[in-house]
């Protein structure tokens, strides 16, 4: 295999985009990556998203965004893993590189989910879900994440504060970031008192309903150092699944997917999770980052929501964690997130994140999720 | 939402709560499969699942998908059954307030939504309290 390297980032501004269309939103992102990157060429692409079709009606989007970035014939594919499905484009497109098959390759992400009506966004998401066995019974997303939390508070003694916690913390977090859709800060008591979703969880412990896109420029390490670009490697990758439907697991509180995708990206870095200094992970909902926490090492096994509580996860802290706003107060528009995650760890690890910049952030790591962790995608990135 | 085929499909489960018991390692897969995903046997017997258990986890959905917001707020749960099973349903016939991890609920049939007036009655399993 060969090394490979991250040599250019493009992200706009995310939100309820409703002047851009999803072809507009994505070339613009792929040419802020372009011209980053400074290449004059790229020989495939991999786009990240997960349901176009039932958002604005259009499948067939490689070739699509092909035609639009101006750049047919070269090959393109579409990837979806629910809301990994921007993480596994960046993976597949570090196996193009990697295996020798591409040189240059764009990988990107994009969701426009702001043209239909809330009914239908909570549909569209809800096929990330089991159909037939969860969604047929009315249950939502916020609703099966709401469940871990009540498994998480009974079992380990999770707190509803603590919870809140973690969305006090990302906002503060993407309060600095001018790029997120709700980039201003907000207290425990503007969490408890926010509207009731499913209980426990609260309208300010879910990500919101976001239009974005975000792209990333691949090519082997080697030429990178030739063409003297700041790149950042790709040192480690991993990939899990799990049972999509939330009763086929036996630990309600346990997210095995991103565990095991996890040890596999760390085991071909050849580090521990004490190496790595930043971490943008899927914050879809506040008990989500607590189980992540844990689910990575981060914190021990129930002890999630003490690890926010004591600081471990804020930005001055041993583990920082979502040092970009997450999902949370970036926005999450589903198939982008996963390469925007790569965006921001690129940024730190350049030194150009300025007033959320980690501090000496040599090594970065991204964890993507889809659905309730029935898939994983865990990448390491280190400042070559 | 399903179409009346696919809903069809799956009435052996929703009506009479079937299960594939594992020949070989004896699981119980509920939706039934083809292969168990404890050993990977493909010789599955027939069952019925128990009808009652006790709550793992539990909600009360504020914000409900467009067939079921006449229902909204209403509560869901997942439930261990007293043969092992795990099972996601609504919980009806309850205050919210009593809602507990370890509450015993018993599976009944009830009708689940229905598509507008004209539309299919989509019937299947619920938990009450027992
Ligand atoms: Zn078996």
């Given amino acids: ?384 | 939402m399903p179409t009346p085929s696919r809903y069809w499909r799956e009435i052996p489960q929703r009506y009479r709560f079937e299960a594939g018991k594992c020949r070989s390692c004896g699981y119980v897969c509920f939706p039934p499969r083809l292969v168990c995903p404890r050993c990977g046997a493909r010789e599955f017997e027939d069952i019925r699942l128990a009808e009652a258990g006790s709550l793992v986890s539990f909600t009360v959905i504020r914000v409900a998908p467009h067939a079921f917001v006449d229902q909204s707020p209403y509560a869901v749960g997942i439930a261990d059954l007293d043969d092992g099973t795990r099972l996601t349903a609504q919980i009806v016939d309850c205050d919210f307030e009593d809602l507990k991890v370890g509450l015993r609920v018993k599976l009944e049939f009830r009708k689940i939504y229905e598509e507008g007036e004209t539309g299919v009655i989509y019937y299947g399993y619920k938990f009450v309290p027992e």
């Fill in chain 1, 1 to 384: 295999m060969r090394d490979v390297a991250v040599i250019g980032v493009g992200m706009t501004k995310w939100g309820e985009l409703w002047e851009k269309s999803l072809r507009t939103n994505f070339v613009e992102t792929a040419l802020l990556a372009i011209e980053d990157a400074g290449v004059d060429r790229i020989d495939s692409m991999i786009v990240g998203c997960m349901s176009s079709g039932i958002f604005t009606g259009q499948e067939h989007l490689a070739s699509l965004l092909a035609d639009y970035l101006g750049k047919t014939p070269v090959p393109a594919a579409r990837v979806e893993s629910a809301c990994a499905s921007g993480g596994l484009a960046l993976r597949q497109g570090f196996i193009e590189v990697a295996s020798g098959m591409s040189d240059i390759v764009l990988v990107g992400g994009i969701e426009k989910m702001t043209d239909v009506n809330g009914h239908e966004a909570t549909f569209a998401l809800g096929t990330a879900a089991d159909q037939e066995y969860e969604g047929y019974h009315g249950l939502t997303f916020p609703a099966l994440y709401a469940m871990m939390a009540v498994a998480h508070m009974h079992q380990h003694g999770t707190t509803r504060e603590q919870l809140a916690m973690v969305a006090v913390k990302n906002h503060a977090n993407g309060s600095k970031n001018p790029l997120a859709q709700y980039p201003f800060k907000i207290s425990v008591d503007d969490v408890l008192c926010s509207v009731l979703v499913a209980d426990p969880l609260r309208i300010l412990d879910c990500s919101p309903i976001t239009d974005g896109a975000a792209a990333v420029i691949l090519c082997p390490a080697d030429m990178a150092r030739s063409m003297k670009k700041p790149a950042v490697r790709i040192i480690g990758t991993g990939q899990a699944t799990d049972t999509i439907a939330l009763s086929s697991r036996k630990d309600l509180t346990w997210m095995e997917s991103t565990h095991v995708a996890a040890g596999k990206a760390l085991e071909m870095a050849g580090l521990a999770v004490k190496d790595i200094d930043l971490f943008e992970v899927h914050d879809c909902f506040t008990i989500a980052e607590i189980m992540i926490t844990e689910a990575l090492g981060i914190a021990g096994k129930g002890r999630g929501g003490r690890a926010v509580e004591e600081g471990l996860t804020a930005v001055d802290g041993k583990f920082p964690v979502n040092p970009s706003g997450g999902l949370k107060a970036k926005g999450h528009p589903v198939g982008a997130t996963g390469v925007a995650q790569a965006v921001e760890v690129v940024k730190q690890l350049r030194g150009e994140a300025a007033d959320r910049q980690v501090k000496n952030a040599r090594r970065g790591l991204t964890q993507n999720m889809g659905g309730t962790g029935g898939s994983s995608v865990i990448h390491i990135f280190e400042a070559d």
